[in-house]
């Protein structure tokens, strides 16, 4: 990446903010279970068990900050370039056997509905600072690949 405010794009917002709205549900749940300083704890497996709820809240308090920071990094970026494949771009592909797929450059392979490529993967790590027309190769687990850039976003060659 490139060490700046990275964008993010529509799809990518969306499950971001998304993600957000889930956690900040959570944890509220979970930190309506935990004991107000007045309340006595039990047993020492009452305590236990306070303890694992304060420890979901941190948890979920240092997630919520994680996605929270990332969406500020995103508003500062702004939209993503069109221009050339950067973190966020949509990517339309045409791969050697001819199959087209489009791809989002992402952070995180498990969100969102979209076929997701983390830029430190192998096509990630291709793709990153290309332009359409151009043609990248990676390795795969079953050998060498190519892919053609159709297009970034808006922009295509055909």
């Known amino acids: 990446m490139s060490g700046g405010p990275e964008p993010i794009s529509a799809e990518g917002l969306r499950v971001a903010q998304e993600e957000l709205a889930r956690l900040r549900a959570e944890r509220e749940k979970a930190a309506g279970t935990l004991r107000g300083e007045d309340d006595a704890v039990g047993d020492r497996a009452d305590e236990a068990d306070e303890l694992r709820r304060a420890a979901e809240v941190a948890r979920l308090d240092a ?32 791969f050697a056997d001819g199959e087209e797929e489009v791809v989002e450059v992402s952070e995180l392979a498990e969100v969102g509905e979209r076929t997701l490529v983390t830029w430190d993967s192998p096509l990630g790590k291709a793709l ?12 795969t687990p079953v050998g060498a690949a190519s892919a053609t850039v159709l297009s970034i976003g808006g922009s295509s060659t055909r």
């Open 128 to 139: 990153i600072g290309c332009h359409t027309g151009e043609t990248v190769a990676y390795d």
């Open 63 to 94: 997630r919520i900050a994680e996605v929270e920071g990332r969406l500020e990094e995103a508003a500062v970026a702004g939209a993503p370039a069109t221009d050339v494949v950067g973190v966020g771009s949509t990517v339309s592909l045409r």
